[in-house]
């Protein structure tokens, strides 16, 4: 049929809106006017205007029909509110308060049963947004989330720290906000004011401990007239540890304009280290450097660093190459960069610190305004630098980490952006570089390298960095300032954008250029070209036997209960305790090691040598008997018990305190003996007539007749791998590859040693790989906002996605050892 046409619905203003039922044949549009019209569409189809109904909302931007229940939803502003108002009743559903926001054009309602669902589509990943609350026509106000600040937010920082994403800003009206991204629907809360400074924050840096999730964080703020505040975060608390205001010297026609930090790794994986090295870049053109140690709470001025001509700096970054070697850049108003290689004497006294400026480029012809590092370490290792300037051109090169005077390869994308660009971000992963702008944009390029085999066979720039542009997407946020970036589960990428508000974005899940069967081939790659095999197993390992993984278990509940010595000692619990041990010994008799063991047993008669490291207790990897006895079960076998007299004693004779254990204590002393294993369901032990105890180390648990067989099997362990890794890292044709299956978080004693032993030999030179095997996506890469990562650990991850039996199949079908 011919279109039916009307004119002038809503006199000059355009058409918003548009919103038809169709099983009334009803259609109904907002405009600009403020007003909303309803038509009706006759059978012949014609279009005839029935009414023109005003509303209390300046412009309505959108209108939603109940069909068949004569609802009418419209919404949009009026000033800086958000109406959400229902049309047939005259009432007002919900109004949503910006505040310090700036009107986004992302709000979103539904209408449903229950009333209206408010949605506030900040995850730009392809979805429709993300459900706030259910409103009801008694509530009045719809949050989208809290301020952030009343001015324009000058720089964002994020962290992924203890499970939780933090996000710290520094504003134009001379606060600092430490603030929180719900990691499951990606709103945005500040939580914690800190304090306040006259000169203002300029910029700020959030930098974690990668080695312990659990420690202390570092915040830094830098400001006018050279100030700088230095805080930890641990648990949620924060706590200033330095503020230069106080040392009396400020600079009053000068000003902190960027600032970075990083974790200085401890030397060994026995030793831990709390210090962290800071870089502040100001308006003199100098960098001052510091030490901070969160665990002491002092911050030492190491040094004040110049080379860059006396311009203005711009941005830093620094990456760690060592424990106490690392190299920062640093941008400045001429549009130049300044790559330094810094060590810093061990034991954080300052004393004998060396910086080398070892290359100065000009890669843009204004300011310099952002520069980001990643670093593949190991044999052969090299620096990506990507910058962005005012010249609205991204620039990237590559360097050898042992010759960073002269770049590999470089590309600039001359026009990256439609305006000067202001943040500039590579995801964890390198592979990923996020810009954006005063135009409103972050747009997405991927970035592809010369092979890690190395950048020797390269003869032009072209061969050795690929960019490609993905994608761009829209912000609401106006002058725009800065970006963050930081990883979230299964490799998401959240970026938070900050100016006149602030906005939180996904990118994706797993890297565009990557499917599943790719990653398998690059494992497969792996493994045939590896020397050494390392095979780290967590619960997820038995799934496809059948067997429980520890979420399954209920690591919080019952299991936690069962794995406490308390639940032996206290006799109104013993029943459940001897119960519970019984059957899980049953049924990992029981269980059938599933085809995957076979597997690794095949991979493993090609490689020089080949261990085992497990959390798990059902006894498997022994069971299938193809690796000698190169197995640590770091937590005990389930398959036998054993005489629990010595339970409560530590290795020194002392006895655990409280009424419960001086009671058992009482009992066991005239019947402590040191018996060998005993059969599961053996509560009797024969030889002194005293309680048995499953052979598992549980909770706080202390007994040496437990402890010595894992104690015993822990310094095999670690003398394979000390000898292994002296023979990967002294000749480059051998290779360790570490298969880690099924480890999770909820008991991440084997996540910390697969990453223990990569990062030991990528930083001696060594080649190494890490294929993770996860039957869910959420653990297959980096989980929940924070991981235990080390750096070179997320350089060489390849991620398997699926059940341990068939990936473990289909990875001994593509050959092993070299």
């Known amino acids: 049929r011919r279109p039916t046409s009307l004119e002038h619905v809503h006199g000059r203003e355009k058409v918003l809106a548009l919103a038809y039922a169709k099983r009334e044949r009803r259609l109904v549009t907002g405009g600009g006017d403020g007003n909303v019209c309803e038509c009706r569409l006759s059978v012949e189809g014609v279009v005839e205007k029935m009414y023109l109904r005003s509303t209390p909302v300046a412009r309505v931007t959108r209108v939603d029909l109940q069909d068949g229940g004569g609802g009418e939803y419209v919404s949009g502003w009026e ?80 962290l992924a720290h203890t499970g939780l994403c933090y996000v710290l800003t520094c504003s134009e009206d001379c606060t600092t906000r430490l603030g929180r991204i719900d990691g499951s629907n990606y709103t945005y809360s500040s939580s914690v004011s800190l304090q306040s400074s006259d000169a203002g924050g300029r910029c700020c840096a959030a930098i974690s401990n990668d080695l312990d999730d659990d420690a202390e964080a570092l915040l830094v703020i830098g400001g006018g007239k050279l100030e700088r505040q230095v805080y930890t975060l641990k648990n949620g608390h924060v706590k200033l540890i330095h503020n230069s205001s106080n040392e009396g010297s400020k600079q009053m026609d000068h000003r902190v304009n960027a600032c970075c930090g990083v974790h200085v790794a401890a030397p060994s994986p026995s030793l831990s280290s709390s210090f962290y090295l800071l870089a502040l870049g100001d308006s003199r053109g100098r960098i001052t450097l510091l030490l901070a140690d969160a665990r002491a709470e002092t911050v030492k001025v190491l040094e004040e660093v110049e080379g860059m001509g006396g311009r203005p700096i711009l941005c830093l970054d620094v990456v760690r190459l060592g424990a106490w070697r690392f190299v920062l850049a640093a941008g400045s108003t001429a549009g130049e960069l300044g790559i330094f290689e810094i060590t810093v004497p061990e034991g954080g006294t300052g004393e004998g610190l060396e910086v080398c400026l070892r290359h100065k480029f000009k890669p843009h012809s204004m300011g310099c305004n952002a520069v980001s590092l990643h670093t593949t370490l190991g044999d052969g290792g090299d620096l990506t630098v990507s910058t962005g300037g005012d010249d609205q051109a991204l620039h990237v090169s590559v360097f050898k980490l042992h010759a960073l005077n002269m770049a590999l390869g470089t590309v600039t994308i001359p026009n990256a952006m439609s305006s000067a660009i202001k943040a500039l971000a590579i995801n964890r992963g390198g592979k990923k570089i996020y810009l954006t702008g005063y135009d409103q944009r972050v747009v997405v390029f991927t970035i592809q390298r010369a092979a890690s085999a190395g950048f020797a066979n390269v003869s032009n720039n072209a061969e050795s960095i690929k960019l490609e542009k993905v994608g761009s997407t829209f912000v609401s946020v106006t002058d725009v300032s800065d970006a963050a970036v930081i990883g979230l589960r299964g490799g998401e990428d959240v970026i938070v954008v900050v100016g006149d508000g602030l906005e939180v974005l996904t990118v994706g899940g797993r890297e565009d250029n990557e499917s599943g069967e790719m990653e398998m081939e690059r494992a497969r790659t792996a493994i045939r070209e590896s020397t050494h095999l390392l095979v780290v197993a967590g619960a997820g390992m038995g799934k496809d036997s059948g067997l429980p993984t520890f979420e399954e278990l209920g690591v919080d509940g019952k299991y936690k209960d069962m794995c406490d010595p308390l639940s032996l000692v206290l006799e109104e619990r013993r029943e459940v305790f001897y119960e519970f041990w019984e059957k899980m010994g049953a049924d990992y008799r029981d269980a059938k090691p599933h085809g995957g063991y076979d597997a690794l047993e095949r991979m493993a008669g090609a490689f020089e040598s080949t261990y085992v490291y497990t959390s798990n207790v059902d006894g498997h990897f022994l069971r299938a008997g193809g690796f000698g006895g190169n197995v640590c079960e770091i937590h005990g076998n389930a398959g036998s018990w054993r005489c629990a007299s010595k339970l409560g004693i530590d290795e020194a004779g002392g006895e655990r305190h409280g009424p419960a254990w001086r009671a058992w204590h009482e009992r066991a002393r005239a019947a402590r003996a040191s018996g060998g294993p005993l059969p599961v369901g053996t509560r009797t032990c024969p030889s002194s007539g005293f309680l048995t105890r499953p052979n598992v180390l549980m909770f706080n648990d202390s007994d040496p007749s437990v402890l010595k067989d894992i104690f015993s099997a822990r310094e095999k362990y670690q003398a394979w791998e000390a000898a292994m890794e002296d023979a990967v890292c002294a000749d480059p044709s051998k290779a360790l590859v570490v298969v880690e299956i099924g480890c999770g978080l909820a008991v991440p004693s084997c996540r910390h040693e697969s990453y223990e032993v990569v990062r030991d030999v990528a930083e001696r030179g060594g080649k190494v790989s890490l294929i993770r095997v996860n039957f869910s996506g959420k653990d297959a890469g980096h989980v929940d906002g924070v991981d235990l990562e080390v750096k070179a650990a997320e350089d060489c991850l390849i991620s398997l996605e699926g059940g341990a039996e068939s990936l473990l199949l289909s990875l001994a079908g593509g050959g092993g050892g070299g």
């Not at 310090?100 to 947004?129: L, M």
């Open 79 to 158: 000033g800086s509110e958000f109406y959400v108002y229902d049309a047939v009743h005259q009432v007002e559903v919900a109004r949503l308060a910006m505040e310090g926001w700036k009107r986004p054009n992302n709000v979103r309602f539904e209408v449903g049963d229950g009333g209206i669902k408010g949605k506030a589509v900040t995850a730009k990943n392809g979805k429709d947004g993300v459900i706030i609350k259910t409103m009801k026509y008694e509530e009045e106000v719809l949050a989208l989330g809290e301020k952030c600040h009343d001015k324009t937010t000058h720089s964002v920082a994020t």
